[in-house]
């Protein structure tokens, strides 16, 4: 069973700069895929981007390509997601997710393991 907080959202202008962080408790994070999802209200969870076990294949949405970057210290048990050139259209509850196995996948239904999520507030 992997455990997962995340932190470090909040409000921001547009055009600006947030990075998420994503604690991993219970079991070593190398040994799974990790993603970022978010959800807006009224949506259902969107993928944003996602890392395999050796952090060597990254995948992001077209919608935060370029702007956005995954990143995960497995010693540290942590993932992150850098997000700059903030829309307001990046205005979610941002979530982090694990999946078993080492490989990253798009689909949300295959991660296993969710956290609570943190907001992220884009103003224009």
């Known amino acids: 069973q992997v455990q997962l907080d995340e932190s470090g959202g909040g409000l921001v202008q547009a055009g600006g700069s947030l990075r998420l962080s994503c604690a991993a408790s219970?079991?070593?994070?190398?040994?799974?895929?990790v993603g970022w999802f978010r959800q807006a209200p009224g949506k259902e969870h969107e993928f944003v981007a996602a890392?395999?076990?050796?952090?060597?294949?990254?995948y992001y949405s077209d919608s935060v390509k370029g702007r956005f970057i995954i990143s995960r210290d497995n010693a540290k048990n942590m993932v992150y997601l850098q997000m700059n050139s903030l829309k307001p259209e990046d205005t979610a509850v941002y979530y982090c997710?694990?999946?078993?196995?080492?490989?990253?996948?798009?689909?949300?239904?295959?991660?296993?393991?969710w956290g609570q999520g943190t907001q992220v507030t884009v103003s224009s």
């Open positions: 219970g079991r070593t994070l190398s040994n799974y895929g």
């Open positions: 890392s395999n076990w050796r952090d060597i294949s990254r």
């Open positions: 997710a694990a999946r078993n196995g080492v490989r990253q996948s798009v689909v949300p239904e295959e991660y296993a393991y």
